[in-house]
Nanobody, 115 residues
Framework: QVQLVESGGGLVQAGGSLRLSCAAS????????MGWYRQAPGKQRELVAT???????NYVDSVKGRFTISTDNAKNTVYLQMNNLKPEDTAVYYC?????????WGKGALVTVSS
């Protein structure tokens, strides 16, 4: 099983930046893709950004041009650089690793953007 630990969340003013990190450990193999999802209070969890094993990225429209997903394979870490943050970006952000036969989730990192 893959263990995922997110870090880098916090409180930031609108227009600011944060970088989330997700360190993976355990039985890391057959990775189809990695990604970030978020869940705001009272809302369903939504996809924010994904990165396939082939290097293709996908972003929800609301973060395009502001967020960037990347990985450091040597460190088994996936990042989410978030720039020009908006109050509507406030949510718990979850790291995801898709192994095809298993979907792995972190416990989440809270991001709060004040206006």
């Amino acid at each position: 099983q893959v263990q995922l630990v997110e870090s880098g969340g916090g409180l930031v003013q609108a227009g600011g930046s944060l970088r989330l990190s997700c360190a993976a450990s355990g039985r890391i193999f057959s990775i189809f893709g990695m990604g970030w999802y978020r869940q705001a209070p009272g809302k369903q969890r939504e996809l924010v950004a994904t990165l396939t094993s082939g290097g293709r990225t996908n972003y929800v429209d609301s973060v395009k041009g502001r967020f960037t997903i990347s990985t450091d394979n040597a460190k088994n870490t996936v990042y989410l650089q978030m720039n020009n943050l908006k109050p509507e970006d406030t949510a718990v952000y979850y790291c995801n690793v898709d192994q095809g036969f298993r979907n792995n989730w972190g416990k989440g990192a809270l991001v709060t953007v004040s206006s």
